[in-house]
């Protein structure tokens, strides 16, 4: 397994323990948080900082995505999302 996975995983794992597993968000909310983390990523490339902050900013903002897509799929398939372009 390459060591992204692996990282991956580890911090998807910390987030559950932080957030819980299987939780919920508005689209909205999701989405803050994905350009928050996104917005790290971006300041670390403009300064330049610590390329490691960098590959862990990167780990982060895939960890949240993963965690928002599986949120997506729990409530379509509950039929969360019938009315979803009306929202």
């Known amino acids: 397994m390459r060591q992204s996975i692996k990282d991956l995983y580890d911090e998807m794992s910390y987030q559950n323990e932080v957030w819980g597993e299987n939780r919920t968000q508005q689209l909205e909310l999701w989405l803050t948080i994905l350009t928050e983390e996104i917005g790290e990523i971006a300041k670390e490339i403009l300064e ?4 490691q902050n960098l590959y862990h900013e990167c780990i982060q903002v ?8 599986e949120d997506i799929e729990r409530r379509s398939k509950a039929g969360g999302f019938n009315d979803f372009k009306n929202q």
């Open 48 to 51: 330049k900082n610590d390329v």
């Open 62 to 69: 895939a960890a949240v995505a993963i965690h928002m897509a």
